[in-house]
């Protein structure tokens, strides 16, 4: 991934937590048809290997766990808030005029060996594991033994699992840190003034970069 050193994250804890808040994914590899790619939620687990294993599961019916090159480095990208930029919101627009549009966001790259698991009391954990993940915040979370064991057994047959201890892990936060303070805080104005709650919740990831980067 292209990150110039001011969008660059290298804190792990960092990288790890906001991959654990993102809700989905994109599993990518190199298969005897070319590129492909998956979108699914998966699981974190930061203690296993230097920066983490990752695990989820796709169809059975899905090619990508039947020809995937198990020697190619598979890529998992995880993609964090986004907003356009307007150069409007620039006050170097005034001064200068020496703008122009550009896209803010945050992104994740994990890279490393695919593993495809078809143990039916391995899947069962993980799907028990991701279900606990994504039910927590309900009042009373859906759990895999609320339905008949038949109809579960049937379901696992259905999926193919996997792992990835990843071997390189690379972190872009793009939230103008390359342009001036008013600049930023121009930006983190615009975009509040839209009303839009995604919008917000960009102005205040970036209210929260500009507090770090302020002198103690």
Known sequence: MYTPKAFEVTDLPMLHAAMKQSELATLITIT???LVATHLPLLLDETKGEYGTLTGHVSRA???WRETDPNAEALII???LDSYVS????PAKQETGRVVPTWNYAAIHAYGRITFIEDPEWLRTMVSDLTR???ASFAAPWQVTDAPAVYIDSQLKAIVGFEVQILR????QKFNQNRS?????GVIQGLRELED??????????EGIESRQKPL
């Open 32 to 34: 005897t048809k070319g």
């Open 62 to 64: 899905n090619v990508q």
């Open 78 to 80: 995880f993609l964090g």
């Open 87 to 90: 150069p409007n919101w620039y």
């Open 133 to 135: 993940k994504h039910e």
């Open 169 to 172: 892990l690379e972190g872009k």
């Open 181 to 185: 303070v008013e600049d930023r805080l």
């Open 197 to 206: 709650e995604r919008k917000t919740q960009v102005a205040e990831l970036m």
